[in-house]
């Protein structure tokens, strides 16, 4: 099993996928094969204002001493 993440283009009246060369290389598809494909949707997160509220970063955190 080989997991990609691809964007859906539009073929015609249908939606398709494109399937990455080392994808179809490492599962040996051709033309003509029949496969099994589970959709999944990616979500979207917004992380803007997630550290709200955090005491920041003093220089000493920053620049750290390389290990020893």
Not at 5 to 31: D, M, Q
Not at 54 to 64: G, S, T, V, W, Y
């Amino acid at each position: 099993m080989v997991s990609v993440e691809v964007t859906v283009k539009k073929w015609g009246n249908s939606l398709g996928l494109i399937i990455p060369r080392e994808a179809s290389k490492k599962l040996e598809l051709r033309e003509g094969k029949r496969v099994r494909v589970e959709l999944t949707s990616a979500k979207f997160v917004d992380a803007f204002g997630l550290c709200r509220g955090l005491k920041p970063f003093k220089k000493e955190e920053l620049i750290r001493e390389p290990y020893r």
